[in-house]
């Protein structure tokens, strides 16, 4: 199961205690101890914290409780890595070496920097398959990425837009007060736009010296998973883009595409047999854990058209997908209706 570092709970009590709630009364049912928070060295489901926070909005009823708790933890939350990207000569070097390392701070999580025709894009994506139904922890963690480059900065930082996949939680006025730009809802990615030459601005804080010492020191603790669970994660966090294929994953990694295909042919594993296994799992989670519909879980799964889902569904389990959810899914008449007849259209 994906973990989160302690220090992601910086801040979260003081908020909470603000609006008159105990931290106690909320870590509680997710059997998450008092020592964990702010504790780097303590680790917690992620699935668990994004549970919390998103209760604990609803609780509060603060729409905008993730932008808060973002604004008042900075990185500070980040331990060892805030130092690496602080240290680095410019910003695209303190970014590029954040997403390097951020499985140290959580393997759920993923930023991407994407820079093409004349425009940068920092993507987040996390691992949870049901992203548009979280979006306390989307809007928190997109935030602490224009955080980060301001620190980097050692300024203000306002990006040109920013993007997010759900529907907005608050009004302009608040997501305004919190960015400082316009915020486009219900788009393809979650990201902030950046320009070419906010890349190149250099760190206020740049120190060779020690920039060396914390990446020495993050690849002494930085374990590498094997590279299926490597592959696996990419998959799911590329899938909801549409944009998934073996060479974009290689280039992730590191790697030239032969080479990827050769090490997993090396260990009897296909890649497209990689990409399939993925969507079936998270097939299944969506259509029995979450409301969305055939359409947005097509859409999640990496699928142009609902009827390609359909089939591969078919293929799957033997069943529609809703059949699927009408005998194991947890909203029983609630969820929403679809249409999951099948047409001939195909990716």
């Not at 009364?25 to 060295?41: K, Q, T």
């Not at 010296?209 to 994660?233: K, N, T, W």
Request: proline share 5%; net charge neutral.
């Amino acid at each position: 199961m994906d973990s989160i570092r302690g220090t992601a709970f910086l801040q979260f009590g003081e908020l909470l205690a603000q609006h008159g709630a105990s931290i106690r009364d909320h870590l509680a049912p997710h059997r998450i101890s008092l020592d964990v928070v702010g504790n780097y060295e303590k680790k917690l489901p992620y699935q668990s914290l994004v549970q919390i926070f998103e209760g604990s909005a609803q609780a509060l009823r603060m729409p905008e409780f993730g932008l808060e708790l973002a604004a008042r933890q900075g990185s500070t939350l980040l331990g060892p890595l805030q130092y690496l990207a602080l240290s680095a000569p410019t910003v695209g070097d303190g970014l590029v070496a954040l997403i390097r390392y951020m499985r140290l701070y959580s393997t759920a999580i993923h930023y991407r920097l994407e820079r093409r025709h004349g425009r940068v894009l920092l993507y987040f994506e996390n691992t949870l398959p049901n992203s548009l139904e979280i979006p306390q922890i989307v809007e928190k963690s997109v935030l602490q990425a224009r955080l980060i480059v301001a620190e980097l900065l050692g300024a203000p930082f306002h990006p040109r837009t920013v993007l997010l996949r759900h529907q907005p939680q608050a009004s302009q006025a608040v997501y305004q007060r919190y960015f400082g730009c316009p915020v486009l809802f219900q788009q393809e990615h979650n990201a902030i736009e950046m320009t070419p030459e906010d890349l190149q601005r250099p760190c206020a804080q740049h120190d060779a010296m020690l920039h060396s010492i914390v990446r020495f020191y993050l690849e002494a603790h930085c374990i590498p998973d094997g590279l299926q669970a490597e592959v696996r994660q990419q998959i799911q966090a590329l899938l909801p883009r549409q944009r998934c294929n073996l060479e974009q994953v290689a280039q992730i990694l590191g790697l030239h595409a032969r080479t990827l295909q050769r090490r997993l042919a090396s260990d009897g594993v296909d890649f497209e047999q990689q990409v399939d296994q993925v969507r079936r799992r998270q097939a299944e989670q969506l259509l029995r854990h979450s409301s969305l519909s055939v359409a947005q879980i097509a859409s999640e799964l990496g699928y142009l058209r609902p009827a390609s889902f359909c089939r591969a569904h078919q293929r799957w389990f033997a069943m529609t997908p809703l059949e699927h959810r009408r005998l194991h899914g947890q909203g029983g008449a609630n969820m929403a209706a679809d249409d999951d007849r099948q047409h001939p259209d195909d990716d």
